[in-house]
């Protein structure tokens, strides 16, 4: 995982038809906008109060499920690269994930590099060697995380998919393209 240029991230969020929109303490929010309206499944835990937006398939998952549903959607797209970006700034999701991820080798390395990028909202690269990593940042974030601040945005680099991980318990996946949720179907909706 590396920190890059935000102004990477900006082109990747043209490219997909991808907008921000800041809300309420600079909290910096990520949908999708497209020519014909995305596919979108929204994963919920029990006890989370995520609400679906309209027309998004709702699915009830259980907590521990969530991480490893975000894992099975990389892989099945093949994805080498996902480009993290934190709804406050990355401050909020070191903290959330620190006891969690303390004993992590490779997590301190990023903790350690961090240091600079804790109080921007810079890109966080990862490839394929680091999904390992990204699943137990997921899955720390959505056991420990308390507050929709250390929400989490992943972009992927080759296709129209915006996943967000949601603190109190769900995940929102969006997808720009029929033809790839047909082929996450039966991952994020199983029967």
Known sequence: MEFVEPVE???????????????????LFLSMDADQP???????????????RDGATLV?????QLAGTVEH????LHLAEVV???????????????????????????DAAATVELNTRDPL????ADYPLLVELVNALLQDAESPEQGLFMVT???????????DGAIRVTIGSPQIADELVDILSPA
């Open 73 to 76: 959607v990389i892989h099945r």
């Open 38 to 52: 995305p596919v979108e499944f929204h994963l919920r835990c029990d006890d989370s109060t995520s609400e679906a």
């Open 125 to 128: 690269l990862c490839e394929a």
């Open 157 to 167: 680099t080759s296709m129209p998919l915006l996943i967000e991980v949601i603190p």
């Open 9 to 27: 991230l900006v082109e990747l969020l043209k490219q997909f038809g991808i907008s921000e929109t800041v809300e309420g303490e600079e909290c």
């Open 60 to 64: 009830a998952t259980a907590r521990e």
């Open 84 to 110: 993290l970006v934190p709804v406050k700034k990355w401050r909020n999701v070191f903290d959330a994930v620190a006891f969690s991820l303390a004993a992590n080798e490779d997590w301190q390395e990023v």
